[in-house]
């Protein structure tokens, strides 16, 4: 038998281990995702002892409210796994939920439980054989996602002016060239990045389309309850029979390291919930089970938890449109925010003054305010949008959520602007610093 020389066997070790060739295709150059990536540079920087207003990560700034904590304390012991699909009081629950939000009907076998909605989507993704259609500006995964598992992405053209949000003609000229492909919609709001909603005449004709041409839509309605007005409609009510409902405790409940999601399915998406259920097995199992439990709580609501959501829409609200108003003033364009918490403003209007300062890219954008102000965001290119347009995505959760509801009279309207700067003042203070640099 020959033998290898040391030489050639550490050569083809090398070979076999070189990321070039060993590192599945899709997965190349796929660096951090950049929502994530932006939080672990914020955190460094401030822990360099820079000041940073960290508007990059979309994170609550509300805490999980009491009531949710103390089921999870109650609930800590609990230890054996449990089904892929969920336990299933919380699937009723979360069915229940649905139905009584939006009056549609949801039995406890169509929800589906899994860690974080976007472990959801990607298994989505991965099971059903479609394109994926989403808007442009989308957040940051939904497209990464389609990448790692080989599907085609179609990006969907919207406008500032139009809130980003998606007109129902740009649809079907794309679903006209081969109306036979199937699809998965994404659609999301109150949107991330957008923060903007949707009319219910606009989802009408939307869903009309989706039925029309029969593509699976993902709603995600994460933020759902964040609408600023408490008034968020799911487009499920015009298209129930091919609408899935993604939704979890991230945003409305504070709860985003928790990683607990939902999707809800209509009973004739049984297959593909089947099939989820199946990969999940065969993957991560189960999600944590005292989450579970606590989720239960969460879901079924109640007077604590009204009062809680309430609040916490005239913070955001109150935030956002003073953000959005200082921004203005700077002749920066930026819609008006509807829900969630998130601006996606457009600078062209500077992009000479920003040109003479070597700032062509929303990338070098992002990067120069964080470097020159501690303005911490995300260019808009990471959500789908032309390197050269200059839009950032401002997360407006820089501040301590749990001192703000607490001096948040329960009826009595504050005094807004008082009330913002004093605590929200890290938040405000980025909308001034972003000013600032822009005057000077
Ligand atoms: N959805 C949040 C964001 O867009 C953070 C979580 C994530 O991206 O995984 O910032």
Request: aromatic letters at 8%; proline letters at 7%; glycine letters at 8%.
């Amino acid at each position: 038998m020959r033998t290898m020389s040391r030489k050639s066997s550490s050569r083809s070790s090398q070979q076999r281990y070189h990321p070039d060739v060993s590192l599945n295709l899709n997965v190349r150059g796929l660096g951090q995702s950049a929502t994530l990536a932006i939080n672990q540079r914020s955190a460094e920087l401030r822990r360099q002892g820079r000041h940073i207003y960290k508007l990059g990560l979309g994170q609550s700034p509300f805490p999980v409210p009491d009531v949710v904590v103390e089921a999870l304390r109650k609930h800590a012991p609990e230890k054996d796994y449990l089904p892929p699909s969920g336990l299933m009081e919380l699937r009723q629950a979360v069915a229940d939920y649905h139905s009584r939000q939006q009056g549609i009907e949801v039995r406890g076998e169509d929800a589906l439980i899994g860690p974080g909605s976007k472990e959801l989507m990607f298994i989505l993704q991965l099971v059903y054989y479609g394109d994926l259609v989403i808007p442009s500006p989308s957040w940051v995964s939904y497209a990464p996602q389609a990448r790692i598992i080989g599907r085609r992405i179609h990006w969907l053209p919207t406008e500032l002016g139009d809130d980003w949000g998606v007109q129902p003609e740009v649809i079907e000229k794309l679903f006209r060239e081969d109306p036979e492909r199937p699809r998965l919609v994404i659609l999301n709001y109150p949107g991330n990045p957008s923060g903007g909603s949707y009319p219910i005449e606009r989802l009408k004709a939307l869903a009309d389309l989706a039925r029309k041409y029969r593509v699976i839509l993902l709603s995600d309605e994460i933020y759902g309850e964040l609408n600023h007005r408490g008034q968020h409609v799911s487009i499920a009510r015009f298209y129930p029979e091919g609408t899935i409902i993604s939704a979890g405790l991230s945003k409305w409940c504070g709860a985003g390291g928790w990683r607990l999601g939902t999707f809800t399915f209509p009973p004739s998406l049984s297959w593909l919930r089947e099939a989820m259920a199946a990969v999940a097995s065969e993957t991560y199992t189960s999600t944590s089970t005292p989450i579970q439990y606590a989720a239960v709580r969460a879901f079924k609501g109640g007077d604590e938890i009204d009062l809680f959501l309430a609040k916490s829409r005239r913070i955001l609200g109150a935030l956002g449109r003073s953000f959005a108003q200082q921004l203005r003033q700077a002749e920066v364009r930026v819609p008006e925010p509807r829900g969630g918490f998130y601006l996606f403003p457009d600078f062209g209007a500077l992009r000479e003054q920003l040109a003479g300062r070597g700032i062509a890219t929303s990338k070098e954008l992002a990067e120069r305010l964080l470097e020159e102000t501690g303005v911490a965001a995300l260019p808009g290119s990471d959500f789908g949008r032309p390197q050269e347009e200059l839009t950032l995505r401002l997360a407006y959760v820089d501040f301590d959520g749990a001192a703000a509801l607490k001096a948040l009279p329960d009826d009595r309207p504050a005094r807004e602007t008082e009330f913002l700067q004093t605590y929200c003042a890290n938040t405000c203070a980025a909308a001034q610093a972003i000013v600032d640099w822009l005057n000077t």
